[in-house]
């Protein structure tokens, strides 16, 4: 009787047990589908519509990175709920802002990623590319065990990781693949059939390409490793040589002070010559006088020294440059041009 009576109790309480989790199971929300409908721009006024499919009587919110506020979706039939955000100003949403949905029964909640992109799909290419900067190559070697088939050229370059990295070289129609072996560093080996018409001189180009945009950097086979950032930085002002220094005297601008004061002087000069209009056309023609006069020794007054700086290129080029003070250079000392002035190249 007694092992009946634990028989019966561990029934109910095994029968208890999987009411609880079924019941459990029946309150714990889930989410089938997120979805968005996509748009072709992210700006004030454009408005996001998503909707979530799956457990009825739910609460659910949608949030987006960059917003000022969370989503609260209406349930608009059994299981589905729609919603529309429209951006503000205050928005910063992007292209690739991630996009969240929460779903809340009692106190049991479930959440998911939304797996579209915002943007359409050529709307969203073109945002990557917009976002993504020009790649760069800051270094580009080859190496060559010789020019005749079965001989190996070896191509290594350093820039922009994760692009892809192709070569042309002159002499060959292949076009290899450069792998990138760790962050930023691609290489590959070039095998030379009998055919291909390679030597020292031959050119090679490597190019990488990402998210639409390009970068090229051509050398010969048997130069040396070129690094291209490193001389667009060095070269980045114009150097050349110092030709000529010429100085230049530049009259002053005169102002109203010469020539009222010569005004004066000459009418009272005026003034002492001659009688009734003679002493009256006196004073006029030595106030005229008189500002003409002081106008032209204000001017001199003022006279400025400039120095006119000329400097032969590296291009080839000749350009002069106008100094208000003495540049201290001499003939024949390499310079460079910045900010509009030559100084010395150290």
């Known amino acids: 009787m007694t092992l009946q009576r634990y028989l019966i109790a561990g029934l109910l309480a095994f029968t208890a047990l999987l009411g609880a989790q079924q019941t459990a199971a029946q309150t714990q929300p889930t989410i089938q589908t997120f979805t968005v409908q ?5 700006v004030p006024g454009t408005e996001l519509v998503f909707q979530v499919h799956d457990t009825a009587g739910a609460t659910v919110t949608v949030t987006l990175e960059g917003s000022a506020n969370a989503l609260t979706l209406r349930e608009t039939r059994a299981g589905r709920y729609e919603g529309s955000y429209t951006l503000s100003l205050r928005d910063q949403v992007k292209y690739n802002s991630p996009v969240r949905a929460t779903m809340r029964m009692g106190s049991a909640e479930t959440q998911a990623v939304l797996g579209q992109t915002l943007l359409t799909a050529t709307a969203h290419q073109r945002a990557v590319a917009a976002a993504t900067p020009t790649p760069v190559i800051d270094y580009f070697a080859s190496q060559a065990s010789g020019w005749t088939g079965g001989h190996e050229i070896t ?5 922009t990781p ?3 990295a192709t070569a042309t070289l002159t002499g060959t129609d292949v076009r290899p693949v450069l792998k990138e072996i760790k962050p930023g560093e691609y290489t590959t080996t070039y095998t030379i059939r009998t055919r291909d018409t390679l030597n020292e ?3 090679a180009s490597v190019t990488l390409a990402l998210a639409g945009k390009t970068v090229k950097v051509d050398k010969a086979v048997g130069a040396p490793p070129v690094q291209p950032t490193l001389a667009r930085h060095q070269n980045c002002y114009p150097r050349g040589v110092v ?3 010429n100085t230049v005297e530049v009259e002053g601008e005169a102002g109203l002070t010469g020539m009222v004061a010569g005004g004066v002087a000459g009418a009272v000069l005026g003034s002492q010559v001659g009688k ?3 002493r009256t056309a006196a004073q006029i023609l030595g106030t005229v006088g008189g500002a003409y006069a002081g106008r032209e020794i204000e001017k001199t007054i003022k006279k400025e020294t400039r120095y006119d700086v000329t400097v032969r290129l590296h291009n080839g080029t000749v350009q002069t440059v106008r100094h208000a003070e003495d540049p201290a250079l001499k003939i024949g000392q390499p310079v460079k041009i910045v900010d509009g002035k030559v100084v010395a190249n150290d």
């Not at 996509?38 to 992210?42: C, G, H, I």
């Not at 191509?155 to 820039?159: A, F, M, N, Y």
């Open 162 to 164: 994760g692009a892809q």
């Open 243 to 245: 030709q000529a220094i």
């Open 201 to 203: 001189r031959s050119m």
């Open 276 to 278: 009734g209009s003679g």
């Open 38 to 42: 996509q748009v072709t721009e992210l």
């Open 155 to 159: 191509l290594t370059v350093r820039g």
